[in-house]
């Protein structure tokens, strides 16, 4: 199995660009999330999703937009990019039990200038 | 709200010492805790969990055991390799469904041969 795939591993964008980071999983998992992680502050939770058509917010959402049409997709859109939106990006997803074990992607590094 | 706190690296070590990575949280109820390793270059993927008090969780030599009274969940391996080098995240999930992780901001392990 592939497991979670991101795509691309590295973009650089310029400010106001806008772009879709792509995130898909072949496990068949309800729950998907995105986290970004920046130097010092470990992962922190932008959004995620317990089911396809159903998304809510984490605790760094502005900016953001996520959409779930499929169990297997769920892309992050960045509308306007600012370069405090430069981080590395992680996709996620866990299958529907408790305590269950999330699996990765392998990250998408993103550079705004 | 949830959070975990570990200690800050990087920890730098020989091959074949002991290793302690420390990790407390503050949450609400009982949750559920873990430990991921990031290798340089790849995304997450879990190490250990414990899902309730007394709880040990272990793989690869690695141990830590879940302390309800002292809301501690610290890592440790009694003779840490080469091939350890890596960040170490403690997170943490509450125990009620479906729940997404709070991570503490990590600890980079750096080992010398």
């Known amino acids: 199995n592939a497991g979670v795939t991101q795509t691309p591993k590295f973009q650089v964008l310029k400010t106001g660009q806008s772009m879709t980071l792509q995130c898909a999983q072949d496990?068949?998992?309800?729950?998907m999330s995105w986290y970004r992680q920046d130097p010092g502050m470990g992962l922190r939770l932008i959004h995620y999703?317990?089911?396809?058509?159903?998304?809510d917010q984490g605790e760094v959402p502005n900016g953001y937009n996520v959409s779930r049409s499929t169990t297997e997709d769920f892309p992050l859109r960045l509308l306007s990019a600012a370069p405090s939106q430069t981080s590395v990006y992680f996709c996620?997803?866990?299958?529907?039990?408790?305590?269950?074990?999330?699996?990765f992607g392998q990250g998408t590094r993103l550079t705004v200038v | 709200g949830d959070s975990v706190t570990q200690m800050e690296g990087p920890v730098t070590l020989s091959e074949e010492a002991f290793l302690t990575i420390n990790c407390t949280y503050t949450?609400?109820?009982?949750?559920?805790l873990f430990w991921y390793v990031q290798y340089p270059g790849e995304g997450l993927q879990l190490l250990l969990k414990?899902?309730?008090?007394?709880d040990k969780g272990s793989n690869k030599g690695f141990e830590a055991t879940y302390r309800k009274e002292t809301t501690s969940f610290h890592l440790e391996k009694g003779s840490v390799q080469v091939s350890d080098s890596a960040v170490y995240f403690c997170?943490?999930?509450?125990?009620?469904?479906?729940?997404?992780?709070?991570f503490g901001k990590g600890t980079m392990l750096l080992v010398s041969p």
């Open positions: 996620a997803s866990s299958a529907r039990t408790d305590n269950t074990e999330a699996f």
């Open positions: 496990m068949n998992h309800e729950y």
């Open positions: 999703s317990v089911g396809a058509g159903i998304t």
């Open positions: 949450a609400t109820g009982y949750p559920s």
């Open positions: 414990a899902t309730k008090a007394d």
């Open positions: 997170a943490l999930s509450a125990n009620k469904g479906y729940s997404t992780l709070t």
